[in-house]
């Protein structure tokens, strides 16, 4: 019942019609892609648990959560460092790691990061 009012939500907001994810493993990076459809029907998610009377019920703490300003720029952070950590990451678990690697890698993502402080 809960999924079939969350996808009327996402309709209505003209949003993809994602799953919620679920996380089993302990990596930080494998959150990427729940964290990638929370943020693309936020609003969706937001709607749905605004819909929910109950100030009491878990809905309410869910919608005042997302509302939170650290909640939506810290999720509007992540959905872009992620992935380029995420590379990196990837670069250093290589079984057969070359150094020479090591060092365009890590000033790549230095890079991509720090130009996000002046790009909106």
Not at 30 to 43: D, K, N
Not at 53 to 81: H, N, Q, R, S
Request: glycine share 2%; proline share 3%; with cysteine.
């Amino acid at each position: 019942m809960r999924i079939c009012q969350l996808k009327e939500f996402q309709e209505i907001f003209q949003q993809p019609q994602l799953k919620d994810k679920k996380v089993y493993e302990i990596r930080w990076f494998v959150f990427y892609g729940a964290l990638e459809a929370l943020h693309r029907t936020w609003s969706s998610f937001l709607a749905y648990f605004e819909s929910h009377d109950d100030p009491k019920a878990k809905a309410a703490g869910f919608e005042k959560a997302l509302k939170k300003y650290e909640f939506v720029a810290t999720m509007g952070l992540m959905i872009y460092v992620m992935p380029i950590l995420t590379y990196l990451s990837l670069v250093f678990q290589k079984q057969h790691l070359d150094l020479s690697v090591l060092q365009p890698a890590i000033s790549s993502a230095v890079s991509q990061i720090t130009s996000m402080k002046t790009n909106d």
